[in-house]
C-alpha cells in the first residue's frame, strides 16, 4: 500500500501547468494586485521520499490583479536534489541539495524558496528557479525555513541548525539584503529546531526535546522524542549578549503565531504546542505509517510568559481546538498584535488575544491550508494610520481530494469575499506569501 502522503489530498501532482483567466466567484478586492505563492512537498512521479517532510518542493502560484485572476501555475523548485545530488556525499554536507519545500517568501527583491537543511533557492517571479542563495558566499549554514522580517528596520532575522556544532547560528540580514550578521549561540545537541521569534529587542529561542539521531538515517527524517533532553525557551538580546534560558513543561512547537514585550518588560509568546503524547502519535502519521488527516489531535494555541527579572515562567492554553499554521499581519511581527489566524481540519479560526474571543470560517469538506494575512494600505501597523490591524484580508489555498480553490476571506469577520477556482487539484502543504505588485 502506498504511503498515506502520496494519496488523498496528499498526493502529488505528476506534472507543470499553466491557465489563464480563472474563474471567480464573488467579487476580488482589487487593492490585490500582486502574487500568492504557496510552497510544498510534491514527489517526482513513482517516488516516495519516506516522510511527508522530504518531498521536493513545488510552489503553486496564482497571480491577481484588477479584479481578476490571470493566471495559475506550479513549478518544481529545480534543486541539485531533484538533478539526483545527495544531500550528504563522500565530501559531506552539500547544502544546496535540498528539498526547497516549505516555504516562499520575499525580501530585498529576491523571492525565496525555502527549507531548513540547507540554502535558501532564488526564484523568478513567474516561478522559474534561479539557483541557490548564500547572499555573496557569506552564508555558510542552513537557513530556517521561518524568517521574521521587523517591520521596523526592514532587517530579516534568521537561524541555521546543523547535525554537528556549531548546532545553531543566528544570522541578520540588512533590509537591502545583506548578511550583516553571525552569531553562532551554544546549545546542548542537534535538535530540530523548526520556528523561533523576535520582539522590539529580543530573538527568542525553541530549544525543545525533539532531536537528531543518526540511527534513524535513512528511515525518513531522523529525529525522535528524547525525554532526557528537556524543554526550554531562551530570550537573547538582539544587540549582543547571553541567551536567558527559562525551563518549560516538555513539548514541542512547529509554529509561533507573534512573541512580544509587555510593558513589565516580559517576553510574551504565542504558538502551537504539542504534549509529548500527543508529538510521539503525529510523528509516524505524518511519517506515512498511518492517516496524517485522522485524529491529529493534541495541538492548541498556547501563551508562554517569560519574566527575566524573577525567572518564571508562565503558561496558558488559549482555545480548545486543534489548529496549526498561525499567522499574523506581518506588520505587527516583534510587536503587540492583537489577531491571530490559524488553520483547523474544517475551518479557518481567528483569535482574539485581547478578548479571548475568537471567529472561525468553516470550509465543509475541504481543509483549509495556512491563511495569509494581506493588509488593505500599504502602511498597516501599529501607531500607522492606514487602518486597523484586522484590515485587510486572508488567502487560503483550500482543497479535497478531487479540486482546490484560493479562498479570500475579509480578516475582519472572516466572511467570504471571493473565490479563485484553480485548474487542479493542488496537495496539502505548508507555508506561502503574498507578494504584491508587479
Same mark, same amino acid.
Given at each position: 500500500?502506498?504511503?498515506? !502522503?502520496?494519496?488523498?489530498?496528499?498526493?502529488? #501532482?505528476?506534472?507543470?501547468?499553466?491557465?489563464?483567466?480563472?474563474?471567480?466567484?464573488?467579487?476580488?478586492?482589487?487593492?490585490?494586485?500582486?502574487?500568492?505563492?504557496?510552497?510544498?512537498?510534491?514527489?517526482?512521479?513513482?517516488?516516495?521520499?519516506?516522510?511527508?517532510?522530504?518531498?521536493?518542493?513545488?510552489?503553486?502560484?496564482?497571480?491577481?490583479?484588477?479584479?481578476?485572476?490571470?493566471?495559475?501555475?506550479?513549478?518544481?523548485?529545480?534543486?541539485?536534489?531533484?538533478?539526483?545530488?545527495?544531500?550528504?556525499?563522500?565530501?559531506?554536507?552539500?547544502?544546496?541539495?535540498?528539498?526547497?519545500?516549505?516555504? #516562499?517568501?520575499?525580501?530585498?527583491?529576491?523571492?525565496?524558496?525555502?527549507?531548513?537543511?540547507?540554502?535558501?533557492?532564488?526564484?523568478?517571479?513567474?516561478?522559474?528557479?534561479?539557483?541557490?542563495?548564500?547572499?555573496?558566499?557569506?552564508?555558510?549554514?542552513?537557513?530556517?525555513?521561518? %524568517?521574521?522580517?521587523? %517591520?521596523?528596520?526592514?532587517?530579516?532575522?534568521?537561524?541555521?541548525?546543523?547535525?554537528?556544532?556549531?548546532?545553531?547560528?543566528?544570522? =541578520?540580514?540588512?533590509?537591502?539584503?545583506?548578511?550583516?550578521? &553571525?552569531?553562532?549561540?551554544?546549545?546542548?545537541?542537534?535538535?530540530?529546531?523548526?520556528?523561533?521569534?523576535?520582539?522590539?529587542?529580543?530573538?527568542?529561542?525553541?530549544?525543545?526535546?525533539?532531536?537528531?539521531?543518526?540511527?534513524?538515517?535513512?528511515?525518513?527524517?531522523? !529525529?525522535?522524542?528524547?525525554?532526557?533532553?528537556?524543554?526550554?525557551?531562551?530570550?537573547?538580546?538582539?544587540?549582543?549578549?547571553?541567551?536567558?534560558?527559562?525551563?518549560?513543561?516538555?513539548?514541542?512547537?512547529?509554529?509561533?503565531?507573534?512573541?512580544?514585550?509587555?510593558?513589565?518588560?516580559?517576553?510574551?509568546?504565542?504558538?502551537? =504546542?504539542?504534549? %509529548?503524547?500527543?508529538?510521539?502519535?503525529?510523528?509516524? =502519521?505524518?511519517?506515512?505509517?498511518?492517516?496524517?488527516?485522522?485524529?491529529?489531535?493534541?495541538?492548541?494555541?498556547?501563551?508562554? #510568559?517569560?519574566?527575566?527579572?524573577?525567572?518564571?515562567?508562565?503558561?496558558?492554553?488559549?482555545?480548545?481546538?486543534?489548529?496549526?499554521?498561525?499567522?499574523?499581519?506581518?506588520?505587527?511581527?516583534?510587536?503587540?498584535?492583537?489577531?491571530?489566524?490559524?488553520?483547523?481540519?474544517?475551518?479557518? #479560526?481567528?483569535?482574539?488575544?485581547?478578548?479571548?474571543? &475568537?471567529?472561525?470560517?468553516?470550509?465543509?469538506?475541504?481543509?483549509?491550508?495556512?491563511?495569509?494575512?494581506?493588509?488593505?494600505?500599504?502602511?498597516?501597523?501599529?501607531? &500607522?494610520?492606514?487602518?486597523?490591524?484586522?484590515?485587510?484580508?486572508?488567502? &487560503?489555498?483550500?482543497?479535497?481530494?478531487?479540486?482546490?480553490?484560493?479562498?479570500?476571506?475579509?480578516?475582519?469577520?472572516?466572511?467570504?469575499?471571493?473565490?479563485?477556482?484553480?485548474?487542479?487539484?493542488?496537495?496539502?502543504?505548508?507555508?506561502?506569501?503574498?507578494? %504584491?505588485?508587479?
Amino acid at each position: 500500500m502506498s504511503s498515506y !502522503y502520496l494519496t488523498g489530498r496528499f498526493a502529488p #501532482v505528476p506534472d507543470e501547468i499553466d491557465a489563464l483567466d480563472l474563474p471567480v466567484t464573488g467579487s476580488l478586492p482589487p487593492e490585490l494586485s500582486g502574487r500568492y505563492f504557496r510552497n510544498g512537498p510534491n514527489p517526482l512521479a513513482g517516488q516516495d521520499p519516506g516522510h511527508w517532510f522530504i518531498g521536493h518542493g513545488m510552489i503553486h502560484g496564482i497571480r491577481l490583479r484588477d479584479g481578476r485572476a490571470e493566471w495559475y501555475r506550479n513549478r518544481w523548485v529545480r534543486t541539485r536534489s531533484l538533478e539526483g545530488a545527495e544531500f550528504v556525499g563522500p565530501n559531506g554536507v552539500d547544502l544546496t541539495a535540498v528539498r526547497a519545500n516549505t516555504h #516562499v517568501i520575499h525580501h530585498a527583491g529576491r523571492i525565496l524558496a525555502l527549507v531548513e537543511n540547507g540554502l535558501p533557492y532564488e526564484m523568478t517571479g513567474e516561478l522559474e528557479t534561479v539557483g541557490p542563495c548564500d547572499f555573496g558566499g557569506r552564508l555558510t549554514t542552513a537557513m530556517t525555513a521561518h %524568517p521574521k522580517e521587523d %517591520p521596523i528596520t526592514g532587517e530579516l532575522h534568521f537561524f541555521g541548525y546543523g547535525l554537528a556544532a556549531p548546532y545553531l547560528t543566528y544570522h =541578520r540580514l540588512s533590509a537591502s539584503g545583506e548578511l550583516v550578521e &553571525s552569531r553562532e549561540i551554544p546549545v546542548p545537541g542537534p535538535t530540530m529546531m523548526h520556528d523561533f521569534a523576535i520582539t522590539r529587542s529580543a530573538v527568542v529561542w525553541l530549544d525543545l526535546p525533539v532531536v537528531f539521531d543518526l540511527r534513524l538515517a535513512g528511515r525518513g527524517l531522523p !529525529y525522535r522524542w528524547d525525554d532526557s533532553y528537556g524543554a526550554r525557551l531562551g530570550v537573547m538580546p538582539r544587540n549582543g549578549g547571553e541567551v536567558r534560558w527559562f525551563d518549560i513543561d516538555p513539548c514541542y512547537v512547529f509554529h509561533v503565531g507573534n512573541a512580544r514585550e509587555d510593558e513589565h518588560g516580559r517576553v510574551v509568546l504565542d504558538g502551537i =504546542r504539542y504534549s %509529548p503524547g500527543a508529538f510521539t502519535a503525529l510523528w509516524p =502519521r505524518i511519517g506515512g505509517s498511518v492517516n496524517p488527516a485522522a485524529e491529529t489531535g493534541g495541538s492548541g494555541l498556547y501563551r508562554w #510568559v517569560l519574566d527575566p527579572a524573577t525567572g518564571a515562567v508562565g503558561e496558558e492554553r488559549l482555545d480548545d481546538r486543534d489548529v496549526e499554521f498561525p499567522t499574523i499581519n506581518d506588520r505587527y511581527t516583534g510587536l503587540g498584535n492583537r489577531y491571530v489566524y490559524t488553520a483547523g481540519a474544517d475551518a479557518i #479560526v481567528k483569535y482574539d488575544t485581547v478578548t479571548g474571543g &475568537s471567529q472561525s470560517h468553516g470550509t465543509g469538506e475541504a481543509s483549509p491550508g495556512e491563511a495569509v494575512f494581506v493588509p488593505a494600505g500599504p502602511g498597516s501597523g501599529p501607531g &500607522s494610520d492606514c487602518g486597523a490591524e484586522d484590515e485587510g484580508w486572508l488567502l &487560503s489555498i483550500v482543497g479535497t481530494d478531487h479540486g482546490a480553490e484560493l479562498l479570500v476571506l475579509d480578516a475582519s469577520d472572516l466572511k467570504e469575499v471571493a473565490s479563485v477556482r484553480l485548474p487542479r487539484r493542488v496537495p496539502a502543504g505548508f507555508h506561502g506569501s503574498w507578494i %504584491p505588485g508587479d
